[in-house]
């Protein structure tokens, strides 16, 4: 797993990028290559199953390339080997894995999409998507959890 560890202060709205005015208090060492489902993995938030299914989730949005790109591609135009769509030209890989990525948010549901997406695809914290979503404060790590179980279930992990 790629390291990219930066010092942040403590305060009480969480770790601050500067130094502010005042004593000095207590620092945190953040990743900040680590994605925030790895996390809650890493710290015992989520189970295993769970965190395959985000991840299968976050790989099928990179695969259907729904994330923003730059104008022009410069990625080969054939590829060939690896992954479970082999004998699919590169067109129809993207295709399979946004029909995938659309059927594992549908199976989460319209209400629980939302943390999904956010926190798997988007990388947000799970403080910062409360916040957009306008949810209180420690509530979206259950749902979180209610939305990969489901996608677990879509995925057909055990």
Same mark, same amino acid.
């Given at each position: ?65 729904? !994330?923003?790109?730059? *104008?022009? $591609?410069?990625? /080969?135009? =054939?590829? %060939?080997?690896? @992954?479970?769509?082999? !004998?699919?030209?590169? *067109?129809? $890989?993207?295709? /399979?894995? =946004?029909? %995938?990525?659309? @059927? ?13 997406? =956010?926190?798997?695809?988007? @990388? ?13 404060? =420690? ?20």
């Amino acid at each position: 797993m790629q390291r990219e560890l930066v010092e942040r202060e403590l305060t009480p709205e969480g770790p601050r990028r500067s130094g502010g005015v005042g004593r000095r208090r207590r620092s945190v060492t953040v990743n900040l290559a680590e994605s925030p489902l790895g996390w809650l993995h890493a710290h015992g938030h989520l189970e295993d199953r769970l965190f395959d299914a985000g991840e299968r989730l976050r790989a099928d949005y990179e695969r259907a390339q729904l !994330g923003p790109s730059v *104008t022009m $591609r410069w990625d /080969a135009v =054939r590829v %060939r080997g690896g @992954g479970g769509d082999q !004998g699919l030209t590169p *067109t129809e $890989r993207q295709i /399979a894995a =946004r029909a %995938r990525f659309d @059927g594992a948010l549908a199976a989460a549901g319209k209400g629980l999409a939302d943390i999904l997406w =956010r926190v798997v695809c988007a @990388g947000e914290t799970l403080p910062m998507a409360e916040k957009a979503l306008s949810w209180p404060a =420690r509530s979206g790590k259950l749902v979180l959890k209610l939305a990969l179980d489901r996608v677990a279930e879509f995925y057909r992990i055990g």
